[in-house]
């Protein structure tokens, strides 16, 4: 008796975890309708912010210079005079525009980026992520769901051409893991943030008094995203896009540092997001496959050689799931692909158990982002004085 119920739990531990995959990807193939483009690059105020020249790549910046080119407004933000960034930019665009300066918030990000968003000027502003390649066709397509309804879109990055395992580890995290289950999320008509192209308008961007808008929480993208909703009284949604961002090289430290910091920023905001960081291992690859051989084994199944090809099998969905999603949005998922997805999946729990011991101090290019936080139960808070 006691044996059948143990098999009847685990068997639908892995079933909940494999719909779930499955589900996610079908519904983050689901693009929005979103209509023809209503803004030519003109409209646009493009708020690059950069720290350091690896953020300055010429690929970026070439992208910069053809959409001042192409009339859009540009607005480079770096914090001091002594930035590596300056140079960078100059050596492939010498005219173009930087602005200088630093604010003083919790926020080393916002406080670079407060004077471009006071300076833009257009009627649509563009808060981009270093390293995004844009092109004005792109602009216009993620802007296009901008409406009296809606009042931000937020354009999903999507890394391409990842030259190190390494880079394509980062691609496995911000293609087949965050932006499936994101897309899946906004098509269930959830709020969702995440780094990419914040899109909005100059007039909905001074109702939510600019800067602040996205100081509100801990997480700037949260923030502006539940600012728009609950101060403005607009709805948010993704775009159907998803812009390139070439990752080349990448250090394996960086990356899961990278990855850390945005679990532990996660647990730092509402109670609803803070779960899904420990909720995730439950349905990951690991624990769901290890359920369905538990399952196996409470029924009798004990021969290696079955118990392996149901691991194989369950590995073989799983993954097809994720590259199901990925070529719906024009990414490929080669065996190197599958192998870092697979990597990751394999260190879900490690993430969550140092996201965790990592809460209480988010280092963020060398600023601990929450020892200058102090969160209300619903996750926003206040710069400490």
């Known amino acids: 008796m006691a044996a059948g119920i143990l098999f009847w739990l685990a068997f639908a531990w892995w079933a909940v975890a494999m719909v779930v995959q499955w589900l996610s990807a079908a519904l983050g193939r689901q693009r929005r309708p979103a209509g023809p483009g209503r803004h030519a690059a003109a409209e646009f105020s493009i708020v690059a912010p950069m720290a350091g020249a690896a953020d300055a790549?010429?690929?970026?910046?070439?992208?910069?210079a053809a959409l001042s080119q192409a009339g859009a407004e540009i607005l480079i933000c770096v914090a001091a005079e002594r930035d590596p960034a300056i140079a960078a930019v100059r050596a492939v665009w010498p005219d173009a525009p930087i602005l200088v300066g630093s604010d003083d918030t919790f926020n080393p990000k916002m406080n670079n980026v407060r004077k471009g968003l006071e300076r833009a000027s257009r009627p649509v502003v563009a808060l981009c992520d270093a390293g995004i390649v844009l092109t004005p066709a792109d602009l216009a397509a993620s802007a296009a769901p901008l409406s009296s309804e809606v009042g931000l879109v937020l354009a999903l990055k999507a890394g391409d051409r990842p030259e190190t395992f390494a880079a394509q580890m980062e691609c496995a995290y911000i293609n087949g893991h965050q932006g499936r289950f994101l897309k899946a999320a906004d098509r269930l008509g959830m709020p969702v943030a995440s780094g990419g192209v914040t899109i909005l308008s100059r007039d909905v961007l001074h109702r939510i008094g600019v800067h602040q808008g996205f100081l509100n929480y801990l997480a700037d993208d949260y923030s502006v995203v539940r600012t728009v909703r609950d101060q403005a009284g607009m709805t948010t949604c993704l775009a159907g896009t998803m812009p390139r961002l070439p990752l080349g090289r990448r250090r394996w430290q960086d990356v899961w540092r990278r990855q850390v910091r945005w679990g532990s920023t996660r647990l730092n905001?509402?109670?609803?997001?803070?779960?899904?960081?420990?909720?995730?291992?439950?349905?990951?690859?690991?624990?769901?496959?290890?359920?369905?051989l538990a399952a196996l084994?409470?029924?009798?199944?004990?021969?290696?050689?079955?118990?392996?090809?149901?691991?194989?099998?369950?590995?073989?969905?799983?993954?097809?799931?994720?590259?199901?999603?990925?070529?719906?949005?024009?990414?490929?998922?080669?065996?190197?692909a599958w192998a870092a997805a697979l990597?990751?999946?394999?260190?879900v729990?490690?993430?969550?158990?140092?996201?965790?011991?990592?809460?209480?101090r988010i280092d963020w290019r060398g600023t601990d982002l929450a020892g200058g936080w102090r969160p209300g139960r619903d996750g926003a808070g206040r710069k400490l004085v």
């Open 57 to 64: 790549s010429d690929a970026y910046v070439r992208s910069l």
């Open 343 to 347: 990597a990751r999946e394999m260190l």
């Open 297 to 336: 084994l409470l029924a009798g199944v004990h021969d290696p050689a079955v118990l392996a090809l149901a691991l194989a099998l369950h590995t073989g969905l799983w993954l097809a799931a994720e590259a199901w999603f990925l070529a719906a949005h024009g990414l490929s998922f080669g065996p190197r």
């Open 269 to 292: 905001l509402a109670p609803e997001v803070s779960r899904l960081v420990l909720l995730e291992p439950l349905i990951g690859w690991l624990l769901s496959g290890l359920a369905g």
């Open 349 to 360: 729990p490690v993430l969550a158990a140092e996201a965790w011991r990592g809460r209480n």
